[in-house]
């Protein structure tokens, strides 16, 4: 009879629809042992961490297992086909019942030992292992924003059908007319202290459908004529997307305000790049749901060492086999061909009903499995511009016990390439999902998940806020109290005033 082990195994979510507890999978990982299929070290070895992964439609198996590493594996895929241990094994408790644990976690165990002729397990890899911001599921994001309206038409279902209620919280009335009443108090402000510049520039980044700039710039304008004070003529309106289909399809939102709008093919991530011109003149600048769709990475600290979570994108040998079947595409050239459709769309195929059914498809089988490396032992930076080990671990110096969080990469570095432009009583306004604590990382799942044919990562504000105010910045949050239950917040920077 084996004797207990007392396992390492975490909660991360307070679902009460769960019916996988703590103790259920604690037996099953004795009786796998006690049934020769786990090693008995793996009953010290493995980290358990329990989920509930609110996202249906997401890029994980229900059990996920990963190996920590020291230094990183000689064979540089790591792709051995023995449990590697120490490792760390996620659960999703919302797709498994009791009954299926062990099976489940047999399957997480099992599916690198068949091969690739004998199991429907076997994963096609998309790429090495990598930070997640540079896996090639950013291309397919940058794809869906790309070829949305394809994508729209293909599914008959626009992209806000897929939020929460089924609209933007961009588009809230409310909300646009609290902050075109705050945005013309300050205007006003530096006009009575003679400090108004004779044009006022508005940055949006990442306009959608541009209906919230067109409600925008309606109730600004109304405000403006009922105070008679003259601003709306003084706006320079700067729309910003990367996706030329996106900016298209947002100019009948502002068509009123023509005369007033520029849309600019933008990199959410380095806006100075196309507005350095602007440095320090931007009045206000604002963002909603787009922090929460740029790349972004994962990284563990355990006992006070800093790993790095490299991911590697793959698909199930099955999937592989039925998108293949719909598609004509043999399992071999399947890797090859999904670069190609990365790169260049669904139109890489002749006919388009192909190319939508191969890209589609893809899409909802990718996968993405992780292993961590600990960041001392790396030669080469996982860090995204902006940041380093030091700052890092300062920032999170306060943060207790072990923690795995996200970097949100993509809105670090697109906050800090943005904040410059600020006019220096202008102030940023981000309208989205944030972490506002490092705690919350156990608290619940927060992304990637997959929104149609984008991803959603919550996004770390409180990294944003600590490097933004180790730069010169104040950052403060605000709740989005405009929606019943909505999880948004906005987060607002200005510049910190010199002997303030
Ligand atoms: C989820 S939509 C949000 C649209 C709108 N702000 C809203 O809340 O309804 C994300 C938008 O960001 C844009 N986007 C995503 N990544 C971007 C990037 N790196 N640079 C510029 N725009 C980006 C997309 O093209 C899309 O228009």
Partial sequence: MLARHL??????????????????????????????????????????????????????????????????????????LRLKLPAEMRIDVRRIEPPTIKQEVQRGLLRKEQS??????????????????????????????????QWENW?????????????????HPLAVADSVADFWTLLKDLDTRKQLPPEIFFLEIGVGTGTRAGMWLNAFRELDAKRGTQYYPRLRVLLGDYSLATLDSSLPAVREHGALCSFLVLDALHPLKTLSFLKEKIMHIHTTNVYDNLPDQEFVRYQGR????????????????????????????????????????????????????????????????????????????????????????????????????????????????????????????????????????????????????????????????????????NVHFTPFHYRKGATTSVLYATRKIEGK
């Fill in 7 to 80: 396992l390492d195994i975490r909660l991360n979510h307070a679902q009460q629809k769960a019916t996988v507890h703590a103790e259920q999978v604690s037996e099953a990982l004795h009786e796998l042992v006690e049934e020769g299929r786990l090693p008995e070290e793996a009953l010290d070895q493995l980290r358990v961490e329990i989920d509930w992964l609110q996202y249906k439609q997401n890029f994980r198996e229900p059990v996920v297992i990963s190996p920590i590493y020291d230094a990183p594996p000689a064979d540089s895929n790591g792709n051995g």
């Fill in 116 to 149: 690739e002729t004998t199991s429907e397990n076997y994963r096609i890899p998309l790429e090495e292992y990598r930070p997640f911001r540079k896996s090639i599921a950013w291309d397919f994001n940058a794809l869906y924003w790309r070829f949305f309206t």
């Fill in 155 to 171: 599914t008959g279902k626009g992209y806000e059908k897929a939020l929460p209620g089924g609209i933007s919280d961009a588009h």
């Fill in 306 to 473: 800093l790993y790095s979570v490299e991911t590697r994108a793959y698909v199930p040998l099955g999937d592989v086999r039925r998108i293949g079947a719909a598609s004509g595409v043999p399992v071999e050239r399947f890797r090859k061909i999904v670069e190609q459709v990365a790169d260049s769309g669904p139109d890489y195929f002749a006919g388009h009903a192909r190319g939508m059914t191969f890209w589609q498809q893809t899409w909802n089988a990718m996968m993405l499995e992780d292993r961590i490396v600990a960041v001392d032992s790396l030669k080469e930076s996982p860090f995204p511009d902006g940041l380093d080990e030091k700052l890092l671990l300062d920032i999170i110096a306060n943060v207790k016990g072990d923690v795995r969080f996200h970097v949100s990469s993509g809105a670090l570095e697109s906050f800090m390439k943005t904040l410059p432009l600020l006019h220096p009583r202008g102030y940023f306004q981000v309208q989205d999902i944030f972490v506002r604590d490092f705690g919350d990382y156990r608290r619940a799942f927060r992304g990637p998940g997959k929104m149609d044919g984008s991803i959603v990562n919550w996004v770390n504000g409180a990294l944003l806020k600590g490097v933004a105010e180790r730069s010169g910045y």
